[in-house]
């Protein structure tokens, strides 16, 4: 038997695919190559010299294949270190996402279970806004994921010069609905855009415009970046 998420989890995944996976980029280079630690109560993150204020997101179990929600772990219930991501739980609660508001989810009938549980780290990430987020093994069978909740890790900005790069590396990772990522990263960035049959045209900061175009099957056939004025 093979599980898949449900169609609102899916859109809602797809609306952060693209701005999220420049995000990530941003925080990876931020962040030294070097080994980790986490005091909880505190709410602390250390790699290397670099130290953060963390939330607790999730953790992994890679022998049951399951996942369970920061906010439903027994021994961080109330605490402050899941403050943050009680927020992805309402936000499921307020749009009808399952994925986001049941405690414990079986990942074990996924193709592949651990793209699952990034899936779900991903996309809690975006519900929350967060600048990013961390999946460390915290034992043989444990992986643990924290959300960065710090001023201090850098926000990747929309460059029009690399805008094309960004919206097709967004829709190809999920695949599931190229509109949403386009209008996803264009609402996370505050930029104005309209919708029209075939096409997203949005206002950029700089007072061009960029007109992205989407085939019959509703994949992206082209980014274009005009120059106004």
């Not at 899941?82 to 992805?88: F, M, N, S, Y």
């Not at 900005?157 to 949403?180: F, K, M, N």
């Not at 075939?198 to 061009?208: K, M, Q």
């Amino acid at each position: 038997m093979t599980s898949t998420f449900s169609e609102a989890f899916l859109c809602e995944a797809e609306r952060h695919a693209a701005w999220g996976a420049a995000q990530l980029e941003a925080l990876t280079a931020f962040l030294p190559d070097a080994p980790w630690t986490a005091d909880l109560p505190s709410c602390r993150y250390r790699q290397g010299g670099t130290e953060l204020r963390v939330a607790v997101l999730g953790t992994y179990d890679t022998d049951e294949r399951s996942w369970m929600w920061g906010w439903a772990n027994p021994g961080l219930v109330g605490t402050e270190v899941v403050a943050l991501t009680t927020a992805v739980q309402r936000y499921g609660q307020a749009h009808g996402i399952p994925e986001l508001t049941a405690e414990v989810l079986d990942l074990s009938g996924f193709a592949d279970p651990r793209r699952a549980a990034e899936m779900l780290a991903f996309t809690a990430m975006g519900v929350a806004e967060a600048p990013g987020y961390l999946g460390q093994s915290a034992g043989p069978e444990t992986r643990v994921y924290f959300l960065p909740d710090d001023p201090q890790v850098p926000r990747a900005p929309l460059e029009p010069v690399t805008l094309p790069r960004v919206l097709l590396t967004g829709a190809g990772l999920i695949g599931h609905s190229a509109r949403h990522v386009v209008g996803g990263y264009f609402d996370h960035h505050g930029v104005p855009h309209r919708v029209e049959a075939d096409r997203i045209v949005a206002e950029l900061p700089d007072g061009n415009a960029a007109e992205i175009t989407f085939d019959a099957l509703g994949r992206i056939a082209g980014v274009q970046v005009k120059v106004l004025g």
